[in-house]
């Protein structure tokens, strides 16, 4: 298994550029989520999604739009890039049996907008 | 809303000794999962260890165990016999079940392990 990708690994924008990151995950789970990470802080939930067809925002949603037409991809958009929404964004992936929680995390996506 | 914090930014150990990562957290839920996840300089998250909140016992792994204590909000995480592969961020993350139980993370603690 691959567990979670995330594509591209690297990317530079320009600002008002527009791009989407994909993460694809092989595991089945229903459950989806993008984070961002900036220097000095912890990962921060963007959006998530508990089913395919679904999506809700989280802790920092705006400039970002999200899609999950199959279940397992989960598509992070950016319209117009900043440079504030510099950083790196990881996806992670989840069952929802109760009985496990454990999130898996992809390598990461570091984005950087001139 | 829930808060983690993790009061030390960095902290250094000696290879062999034993090191102590402090978080504490705030929630007003009854039922909750704690986490630590390790992020090496490759950036992937690894998971550590987790904790159900309403397991007494507290959760061990190899040469990782937490303090949990609950009624004071607080979660440490031990690793004894430090190596250096252990040196990385260490993170404290709570698990929110109002958000598709997605982690609520604290800012991280950057671990050395020195020879």
């Known amino acids: 298994n691959a567990g979670v990708t995330q594509t591209p690994k690297f990317r530079v924008l320009k600002t008002g550029q527009s791009m989407t990151l994909l993460c694809a995950q092989d595991?089945?789970?229903?459950?989806m989520y993008w984070y961002r990470q900036d220097p000095g802080m912890g990962l921060r939930l963007i959006h998530y999604?508990?089913?395919?067809?679904?999506?809700a925002k989280g802790e920092v949603p705006d400039g970002y739009n999200v899609s999950r037409l199959k279940k397992q991809n989960f598509l992070l958009g950016l319209e117009s890039a900043a440079p504030s929404q510099t950083s790196v964004y990881f996806c992670?992936?989840?069952?929802?049996?109760?009985?496990?929680?454990?999130?898996?995390f992809g390598p990461g996506t570091r984005l950087t907008v001139t | 809303a829930q808060t983690v914090t993790q009061s030390q930014p960095e902290m250094s150990v000696q290879e062999a000794e034993t090191v102590t990562l402090s978080c504490t957290y705030d929630?007003?839920?009854?039922?909750?999962?704690l986490f630590w996840y390790k992020q090496p300089p490759s950036r992937q998250m690894i998971l550590v260890i987790r904790?159900?909140?309403?397991?007494?016992q507290n959760a061990t792994e190899n040469r990782f165990s937490v303090n949990f204590q609950k009624a004071a909000k607080s979660f440490s995480l031990k690793i004894s016999d430090s190596q250096l592969g252990d040196t990385a961020m260490y993170f404290c993350?709570?698990?929110?079940?109002?958000?598709?139980?997605?982690?609520?993370f604290g800012k991280g603690t950057s671990l050395l392990v020195t020879p």
């Open positions: 929630t007003s839920e009854s039922n909750y999962y």
């Open positions: 999604s508990v089913g395919e067809g679904t999506t």
């Open positions: 595991m089945n789970h229903e459950y």
């Open positions: 904790q159900e909140a309403y397991k007494q």
């Open positions: 993350a709570f698990m929110r079940a109002n958000s598709g139980y997605a982690l609520n």
């Open positions: 992670a992936s989840s069952y929802r049996d109760r009985g496990n929680r454990e999130q898996y």
